[in-house]
Nanobody
Framework: QVQLVESGGGLVQPGGSLRLSCAAS????????IGWFRQAPGKEREGVSC????????YYADSVKGRFTISRDNAKNTVYLQMNSLKPEDTAVYYC?????????????WGQGTQVTVSS
């Protein structure tokens, strides 16, 4: 059964850090691009970051550039999103998604999401 499971969310103070994990089961991440998305209450889902399968190219939304870093560990079948200097506006449910090859819509598989709350 194909599954993506996010973890690592939680409550953090502004300026703090979190590392999200996206673990895959039922398929090998090596050939898949993995994207991170987020959705805040009352807002549309937005793309945050993506890492391609072919050459490991990475992409970031302007709002997170310089603060977030995406990486993959194919041996662990896991992709990470390191989030530093967190701001209250980063509060959202974060989802990872997978599709073959490159970082473009649509994605084939989605996780259930993990809540990130940035608040003092």
């Amino acid at each position: 059964q194909v599954q993506l499971v996010e973890s690592g969310g939680g409550l953090v103070q502004p300026g703090g850090s979190l590392r999200l994990s996206c673990a895959a089961s039922g398929f090998t991440l090596d050939y898949y691009a993995i994207g991170w998305f987020r959705q805040a209450p009352g807002k549309e889902r937005e793309g945050v970051s993506c890492i391609s399968s072919s050459d490991g190219s990475t992409y970031y939304a302007d709002s997170v550039k310089g603060r977030f870093t995406i990486s993959r560990d194919n041996a662990k079948n896991t992709v990470y999103l390191q989030m530093n200097s967190l701001k209250p506006e980063d509060t959202a449910v974060y989802y990872c998604a997978a599709r073959l090859g490159i970082c473009v819509l649509p994605y084939d598989y989605w996780g259930q999401g993990t809540q990130v709350t940035v608040s003092s």
